[in-house]
């Protein structure tokens, strides 16, 4: 990314506030200006302000009223790349997998897992690397 690049949109969809200001504050402190981050508590508003100037959309699986595989299937409705969005849950990785197989979206990330976590980092480091 030059100088004068735009930063890439990351869009953090969470029902708790505590998560998402969280991982807002981690994203702003490893990558700067370099992105520009979105959160929001309620899916349905998320949807609403989805667009695919968006490079990462992070759902959280386990929502209510609209969970991450609901916002998932409108997301691609709307023309969303799935190889944008990471679904984030606290259950283990090999249950989201199954849930969610290869493919089907980005990639997926057991919250609280600190390599997942450093995981989900690379990605956002590799999406900033290649807007350059």
Known sequence: MTENSPPIKVMIVDDSASYCKARKRLLLQRFGSRVEVSSYQ????ALDQLGKDFSLILVDWLMPGLDGREF????LEKGIDSKRIVILSGKPADFLHEEFPLGECLAVIEKGDLAQEEALFSI???ITESAA
């Open 72 to 75: 998932l299937r409108r997301a």
């Open 124 to 126: 956002v480091k590799e």
């Open 42 to 45: 309620d899916p349905q508003e």
